[in-house]
C-alpha cells in the first residue's frame, strides 16, 4: 500500500520524476522502494517540481493511513527543522533569540503536499492539474 501511494502520486504529479523502479520486496530495513529517476540533469529547481516531489514522499503513509488507519512512518510535523546559519556562525548565536523566519513556511508546505497526497490517494485529484 505505502509504494502504491508513491508511485500513484508521481504518476498524477505533472512535474515529479517518473517512476523508474517499484517494488514490493524487502530489501535490508526497507519493506519496499519506489525508485525516481529524473529525465534531465537539473541545477535549479522550479517550485512546482519540488511540491510535486514533496506530494510523492508523503503519499506512501498518506496511503496508508487511508488502507490501514494506521501508518508505519514518521509524520511529517515530527521531522526535526535543521538549522539555516552554520554552527559557531554569529548568526547561529544569534537564532535562539529571534524566531526563525522559514519555520512557519515548512509545516505549511508540508501541509499542502499532505493534503494533494490525500487528494491523490482517494481519487480527488482534478483541480490538481
Sequence with gaps: MHEAGHALAAALSASADPIAKLTILPTRRALGMTEQLPL????????????????????????????????????????????????GSDAAESAHDEPDPL???????????????????????????
Design 40 to 87: 534531465d540533469e537539473r541545477r535549479l529547481y522550479a517550485e512546482e517540481y519540488l511540491r510535486d516531489t514533496l506530494t510523492v514522499r508523503l503519499a506512501g503513509r498518506v496511503a496508508e493511513r487511508l488502507a490501514l488507519d494506521s501508518a508505519s512512518s514518521v509524520p511529517p510535523t515530527t521531522l526535526p527543522v535543521p538549522p539555516i546559519s552554520p554552527p
Design 103 to 129: 519555520n512557519g513556511h515548512i509545516p505549511t508546505a508540508a501541509g499542502v503536499a499532505h493534503e494533494r497526497a490525500r487528494r491523490f490517494t482517494t481519487g480527488r485529484h482534478d483541480d490538481d492539474r
